[in-house]
């Protein structure tokens, strides 16, 4: 997503909304919502009332709305770091401590996940040699 008007624009032709009927989703009227479309920075609570509007899983609706805000220029997206060698090498420890020793408390299908993890974890301690 580039913008609040690419994201809205988006949403509104992936589900044939016309502006009326974006706006009555959203609970905004359909000016609203056109001056959004075209650019327009929208309240913190217009991007709630939209996050509420087009997510229909309130457990995602946090990264929505998170996602909505830095669009705005409400909030900063966090930087992305690398994890130290210490970190990695603990992080890969860890692991693989997990899969000897809680084995039996863990379903097959994790245990094929952690074993996956440990393995892409190693390979990038290697690469980073």
Not at 2 to 13: D, F, G
Not at 14 to 33: F, N
Not at 44 to 72: C, H, T, V, Y
Request: glycine content about 6%; proline content about 5%; some cysteine.
């Amino acid at each position: 997503m580039e913008s609040i008007a690419s994201w809205l624009k988006e949403k509104c032709k992936m589900q044939h909304l016309s502006l009326r009927e974006a706006g009555d989703k959203a609970g905004l009227s359909h000016t609203t919502i056109q001056v959004y479309m075209r650019g327009g920075r929208p309240s913190l609570i217009s991007l709630k009332k939209l996050s509420n509007a087009f997510e229909g899983d309130i457990n995602l609706r946090p990264a929505l709305e998170d996602e909505l805000f830095m669009l705005a220029g409400y909030k900063t997206r966090p930087p992305i770091t690398e994890p130290s060698d210490p970190m990695l090498k603990s992080t890969v420890s860890f692991w693989e401590n997990a899969l000897v020793h809680s084995k039996f408390l863990m379903s097959p299908s994790t245990q094929v996940f952690v074993g996956h993890t440990v393995g892409y974890l190693k390979e990038l301690q290697r690469v980073r040699q």
